[in-house]
Each structure stands twice: as C-alpha cells, then as structure tokens.
C-alpha cells in the first residue's frame, strides 16, 4: 500500500470547478451516478490531502492495493489537530476481492465518519468539534496493459440525499458525529472495464465544515478532503492479461500470491 502523507494547505482561497450536484431520491438510486465533484470555493478553505495517488507496482503485487489484500481498508485523514476524519471501504460483491475482473459487476460499500480525539467518544454533542459533509465523489483511473487510460466509474452525491430524513443536517451538510453515526453508502457498482484494465483507482473528494472549537459556530472553516483507493482488476477465467494472475484462490479471497514474505539474508 503506498505511503501516507498528510499535506495540511494554509488557510486560504482554492478555486474549484463548480459542477451541479446530482439529486438523489433514495439509497436504491446512489448507483452508477455520474456528475464532477461540486466543490465550493469559499474565503477560509484549505485541502487534505491524507493519500497520494498510488502507482502500479512492478513487484509481487500486479497492483499494490491493500483493499484487494483484505477486502477492506481504512483511509484516515487529519482535518484538524486531533480530528479524524474516517474513510471505511469494503468489498460487497463478489466478497472475494481476487474475482474482481473487468467485465463482472463489483460492487462495494463505503462509510464516513468522525473521530474527535479530544474527548470521550462517549461525550455528548457539544463537547465535541462538529464536522458535516456536504457533498462526495468519486472518480477513477484505469492501468491498462495497452497504456490507455479511461475514467470508467464516477459518483457524486450530497450526502443529505443518501440518509434518513431524520438524520442531523443543516445548510452545512450532513452532521458527521451525531449519536446516529455518519454516512453510509451500503452499496454502489463499478461495472466493465476495458478488457486489458489491472487496476482502477478511486479518487474520493469530500467538501467538509470543520467546527474549530466546540459548540462554536463562527469557528467553521471549508475543507476538501481527498483520498485515493487502488483496486486490482484481474484477468477473467482463461483470459491471460499482462501483469495479473488468474491462479488459485485462498480460503479468504485474497489475490494470489499476496501476503507472503520471504527473508533474504
């Protein structure tokens, strides 16, 4: 999995293309939503950048990926001193991460949450520094065999759309560390792909108000959160295809050949 960095910009103005958010009606319709990320510029805005973009590796992994490793993986990203913001992502279907091959549906679900180190977790509401999310998207890279690339996949949402109505929102979104918990995307698809394609990554931008004291309201401040999501795309049954391989799954669904260290002297 490549390097985390954590790059904090000083508070200042970032121009962002502006795009209409798309309107969702209900979870049943998150899937395949295509639009750009409708970022907001604002006087007091900085960017988080938690993960650089990876690149393919040339060692034993066909592409270096953790998510494909495990089937999950959390992206953290700091948006304030003790703050946490939480990028949960899992495998939906198939489950085992090593039969996602271009031409299936692969299907995967995502959280966001918030952590305020600060207090005890247990703390109530307005002990704790509020953060809301206001819109997401998400769009791809292909590696391809052939040296192409495609943008395959995109989403883009606001995130009040996705959620009971009772949840707690206000014009700056969808309030993150409510006791109801944040965002949950239970599912969404990444359908064909290229036919030579062995890796996709997935770039999450998330447009977050972070409360810098508690129970403060003068004290937000616009952020863009960015994290990046590599995810091996193996070759389907009989299909050779430079840079994966097919092989024999293990019992947990990991790629072939991950996980294992061998020591030199």
Request: with cysteine.
């Amino acid at each position: 999995m490549p390097s985390r960095r954590r790059v904090r910009a000083a508070a200042a103005t970032v121009a962002l293309a502006l795009a209409l958010p798309t309107v969702l009606s209900g979870c049943s319709q998150i899937t395949d939503v295509l639009g750009a990320f409708p970022g907001q510029a604002g006087s007091n805005q900085s960017v988080v950048v938690a993960t650089p973009a990876p690149q393919a590796s040339a060692g034993t992994k066909p592409f270096d990926s953790q998510f494909t490793y495990d089937g999950s993986v959390r992206l953290t990203s700091e948006v304030a001193d003790g703050l946490e913001l939480r990028l949960d992502v899992w495998a939906v279907d198939p489950k085992r991460t090593m039969e996602w091959t271009a031409t299936n549906e692969k299907q995967l679900g995502f959280a966001v949450n918030i952590v305020d180190d600060r207090v005890d977790e247990k703390a109530v509401l307005a002990q704790k520094r509020r953060v809301y999310v206001s819109s997401i998207s998400i769009t791809s890279q292909t590696a391809q065999t052939g040296g192409q690339v495609s943008n395959p996949f995109q989403f883009s949402a606001d995130p009040r759309t996705l959620v009971p109505s009772d949840t707690l929102r206000s014009d700056r979104g969808l309030l993150l560390n409510s006791f109801q918990g944040g965002l949950l995307v239970p599912t969404t698809s990444i359908r064909q792909l290229p036919a030579d394609t062995y890796g996709i990554t997935l770039e999450f931008a998330l447009n977050v108000a972070v409360e810098g004291a508690a129970n403060t309201d003068s004290s937000f401040s616009q952020q863009t959160v960015y994290q990046y999501l590599p995810i091996a795309i193996f070759a389907d049954e009989g299909q050779s295809s430079s840079g994966t391989s097919t092989g024999t799954s293990s019992s947990t669904g990991r790629a072939p050949g991950w996980g294992t260290s061998t020591d030199q002297g």
